[in-house]
């Protein structure tokens, strides 16, 4: 068993230690430091003992995150900054950001590069925005990075309509192979606008590149619905990613008590909130169960305790060759990972990867490993690599 190295105030005579070779004895000391700040822990696996190395601290809840080409890592904190990071060192926030909604579970949500990004070098970034008396929305923008700055910045899309409340913005954001984009939405703690096609409460939109509604969009009977919306009857989605081969939308979103959903989001269905769920309201009352109402989609995998699911991620790196083809989701209450495997449409939850941490995002580095940001006022960014 490994001991651990624990690195304490040391004083030393500066002259004498000049005479003895002082700098090969300071390159040791940050050297074993390095070791002691970096290194968080290691656990079992399904794929072996992997390390858990703590790239960056002191970070302000981030909440989103992207790599760019060159391997730097930008990420978002919750209360309204961009940053980035290179070799685990942190920049300071970028310039040109918008205004956010910073309270309770709003602010500065996700970010996601464009498909194009080395040639347009446009960043596109989720967050609340503070409306009229108090309210806040959800909107989607965009901006050139240029000199850590977004540039130009714009926003291109707003959910409509804004309303007051701290609770529930949705956010995450997700490109698809046509450059469509793919943005999660929640009902902002306001539950029956979740099943009103005239507001995009509760829904999954599916927008063009520049904010404007896709032609891919289902049409609704409804002639009130919204151009923007792809499905609906959603509780507060935060984790959202595309299967790699067969291109469908899977998103997990937040229960009430118990009853957090995986689901995959598809065209014009109605998922059922707030009129059937596997929880249960706050005060203990009951809610029908989605199998008493046939006409809504019912979710592929249910977590009653809940996971609390926030960031999501299918991996294809040369890391972990057994972990090739799973989903990762963060967990907030769970603290940690779950890795589930989807075989001919069909979920199953397989693993759970401890981390002792609120996981608000993972992704899969350029480097094969995965990295997670953790959910808390001092946040981390976290890799997770094999333990050699």
């Not at 980035?84 to 579970?105: A, C, R, W, Y």
């Not at 703690?189 to 096609?197: M, W």
């Not at 959202?240 to 939308?249: Q, S």
Request: glycine share 10%; charged share 20%; hydrophobic share 35%.
């Amino acid at each position: 068993m490994k001991k651990k190295i624990q690195i304490r105030e040391i004083t030393f005579d500066l002259p004498k230690f000049q005479k003895t070779g002082i700098a090969i004895f300071i390159m040791l000391l940050f050297s074993l430091a390095a070791v002691a700040q970096n290194i968080k822990g290691t656990v079992k696996t399904d794929a072996g003992d992997v390390k858990i190395i703590k790239v960056a601290e002191g970070l302000n809840h981030p909440w989103g995150m992207a790599f760019l080409p060159d391997g730097r890592l930008i990420f978002t904190e919750r209360a309204g900054t961009i940053r980035i990071l290179k070799d685990s060192i942190v920049s300071g926030p970028l310039e040109g950001t918008p205004e956010v909604f910073s309270q309770g579970q709003g602010g500065m949500l996700d970010i996601a590069l464009h498909p194009n990004f080395e040639q347009n070098q446009m960043v596109y970034v989720s967050f609340s925005e503070p409306g009229p008396n108090g309210t806040a929305t959800t909107a989607l923008g965009r901006g050139k990075l240029q000199n850590e700055r977004l540039e130009g910045f714009e926003t291109i899309f707003k959910m409509e309509p804004a309303v007051e409340g701290p609770n529930h913005f949705g956010g995450r954001i997700v490109f698809t192979p046509e450059n469509d984009i793919f943005l999660t939405l929640a009902e902002r703690f306001k539950f029956e606008p979740a099943q009103d096609l005239s507001s995009h409460l509760g829904t999954v939109v599916r927008l063009k590149e520049d904010g404007t509604a896709s032609e891919a969009n289902p049409t609704f009977d409804n002639p009130n619905a919204l151009d923007e919306i792809w499905s609906y009857g959603h509780r507060n989605i935060e984790s959202a990613a595309l299967h790699p081969e067969t291109g469908k939308l899977w998103v997990a979103e937040f229960g009430p008590l118990g009853g957090d959903e995986l689901q995959i989001a598809e065209a014009g269905n109605n998922y059922g909130w707030p009129v059937v769920s596997w929880g249960d309201n706050y005060d203990g009352s009951k809610i029908p169960d989605p199998t008493t109402r046939p006409e809504f989609t019912d979710a592929e995998i249910v977590w009653t305790p809940t996971i609390s699911p926030s960031g999501m991620a299918f991996y294809n790196g040369d890391s972990f060759p057994e972990w090739k083809g799973s989903m990762f989701i963060g967990g907030l209450t769970s603290s940690g990972l779950v890795r589930v495997q989807v075989n001919n449409g069909q979920a199953e939850e397989v693993e759970r990867i401890p981390l002792s941490e609120r996981i608000r995002d993972v992704e899969q580095g350029p480097d094969g490993n995965l990295w997670v940001l953790t959910d808390e006022d001092n946040g981390l960014i976290l890799k997770l690599e094999p333990l050699q």
